[in-house]
C-alpha cells in the first residue's frame, strides 16, 4: 500500500473527494496518509482529522526562504514515507529541489484545459478570453508553473451567464472525478511519460 501526501491551503474539496474515492475503492493501492497545510486554518485539515488522518500547519514563517522551506518539508514527507505527492489547491510554487526529490511522483490539478490558461487566475482568465470551452487538467508537477507532462483532461463548456464562481463550481464537479482516477492509474504504473507525453494503460 503507497503512502499519498495530500498538499493544500485551502477548504480542500479535491482533498475531500481523494479521501472518498480511497474508501470506495476507486483508488486502490494507496492511501492518504498525511494532510499537510502552509495555513494554520485551512479547512483542509479538518477535513483530514475527521478521517482520522494525521494533519499538519507546515509554517512558511518559520523559513527563511523558499528553498529552506521545501528542504524540511520534503525531509518530513521522507521520514514518512511518502510515495506520492497530491497537490490539492496549494497556492505555494515548489522548488526545483522538491521537484527533484520527488521526480514524477507529484501531481497537480489545474482549472484549465492546459497549456491554455496556467496559473492561479485559470478560470477567470478563460471566462474574460471568451472561450467557449474550458475545463480541468490532471498533470505532473515540474519546474514551471502548470507545464508539466499531462496526464488526464476533461472538457467544461462555458456558457453566456456564466461567471467565475458558476463555471468554477462546475470544473470542480469534473475535478472531484478526474482526480481520483488519475491517481489511481499513477499509484498502479498505468502512465508512462514518454517525451511530454503520458501514454495511458488501462487494460
Known amino acids: 500500500m503507497k503512502n499519498i501526501a495530500v498538499l493544500a491551503s485551502g477548504s480542500g474539496s479535491n482533498l475531500q473527494a481523494i ?39 507546515f509554517s512558511a514563517l518559520k523559513y527563511s526562504s523558499r528553498e529552506e522551506y521545501d528542504r524540511a518539508l520534503v525531509t518530513y514527507l521522507e521520514k514518512r514515507q511518502i510515495d506520492l505527492v497530491v497537490l490539492a489547491g496549494f497556492m505555494r510554487l515548489l522548488t526545483p529541489y522538491f521537484v527533484l526529490c520527488f521526480h514524477q511522483r507529484i501531481l497537480n490539478i489545474h482549472p484549465a484545459l492546459l497549456p491554455s490558461f496556467p496559473g492561479v487566475r485559470g478560470v477567470e482568465d478563460a471566462l474574460n478570453y471568451g472561450v ?72
Open 19 to 57: 479521501m472518498e474515492a480511497v474508501e470506495r475503492g476507486d483508488i486502490r493501492g494507496g492511501r492518504v496518509s498525511l494532510v499537510i497545510s502552509d495555513r494554520k486554518n485551512a479547512y483542509a485539515l479538518e477535513r483530514a482529522r475527521g478521517k482520522g488522518i494525521p494533519a499538519l500547519h
Open 132 to 203: 467557449k470551452v474550458t475545463g480541468c487538467t490532471v498533470h505532473f508537477v515540474d519546474e514551471g508553473m502548470d507545464t508539466g507532462p499531462i496526464i488526464l483532461q476533461e472538457a467544461v463548456p462555458v456558457y453566456d451567464n456564466d461567471t467565475t464562481e458558476t463555471l468554477h463550481q462546475r470544473i470542480h464537479a469534473v475535478e472531484h472525478r478526474l482526480y481520483p482516477r488519475a491517481i489511481h492509474l499513477v499509484l498502479n504504473d498505468k502512465v508512462t511519460i514518454k517525451g511530454r507525453r503520458c501514454i495511458i494503460d488501462e487494460d
